[in-house]
């Protein structure tokens, strides 16, 4: 069993439409959890974390922590074509210097 | 502001040549790690480092060496290439350990490596 999964997708919407994007873990010593953003041949960027459980929102941005379930989502409303991209969870022990990364979710906002 | 920077961008290796990937930032960031991503497989930690002399092994570190000699530069070599690293290499840095408030993450644009 991997550590963290993600499913690869490809996930395909139309704009405007409310995203979920999803991963679940097997170690429960994990803290931080994070989801990271990648265009198309760039490098990934940061877009949100969180510590332990709960919700945290940033803008159309939503990311949960359900540490009794071992299960993270980043909700994406009113999603704009912009918002295309791979979308990596990761996760990492508290002070660790390794985060898991999950598989990447490949998503397309259709016009 | 550069950041994280990394050459070649792109690169065909003959089975049993070296390279090295190079990768500098500015960002006066004491962490610097190694990644490679394949399709469908999220990002593998190779190498890191928390300071300048200080490295240490990730998840995939066979058939890769690193050096730390400046808080800047963290190359990575890749000695008698295989077919199995062929991948996309990222470079990243952190101001703080990864798994805190403050371990954002910054990478590089990538290396994409092809080994025939």
């Known amino acids: 069993q991997k550590e963290v999964e993600q499913d690869p997708g490809p996930l395909s919407v139309p704009e405007g439409a409310i995203v979920s994007l999803n991963c679940t873990y097997s170690?429960?010593?994990?803290?931080?959890f994070m989801w990271y953003r990648q265009y198309s041949r760039k490098g990934p960027e940061l877009l949100m974390y969180?510590?332990?459980?709960g919700n945290k929102e940033d803008g159309r941005f939503t990311a949960q922590v359900d540490k009794s379930s071992k299960y993270i989502s980043l909700f994406i409303r009113d999603s704009q074509p912009s918002d295309s991209a791979t979308y990596l969870c990761a996760m990492g022990i508290q002070g660790a210097q390794k985060l898991v990364f999950g598989q990447g979710t490949r998503l397309t906002i259709n016009p | 502001n550069a950041g994280v920077t990394q050459t070649p961008k792109f690169r065909i290796l003959k089975i049993g040549q070296s390279m090295t990937l190079q990768c500098t930032q500015d960002m006066n960031h004491n962490y610097m790690y190694w990644y490679r991503q394949d399709p469908g497989m999220g990002l593998k930690l190779i190498y890191y480092s928390v300071g300048a002399g200080i490295t240490d092994k990730g998840e995939v570190p066979n058939g890769y060496n690193v050096s730390r000699s400046t808080t800047e530069d963290f190359p990575l070599r890749l000695e008698l290439a295989a077919p199995s690293q062929t991948s996309v290499y990222f470079c990243?840095?952190?101001?703080?350990?990864?798994?805190?408030?403050?371990?954002?993450?910054?990478f590089g644009e990538g290396s994409r490596l092809t080994v025939l």
């Open positions: 170690n429960s010593a994990f803290q931080y």
């Open positions: 969180t510590y332990s459980s």
């Open positions: 990243a840095s952190s101001y703080a350990r990864v798994a805190s408030n403050t371990g954002e993450l910054f």
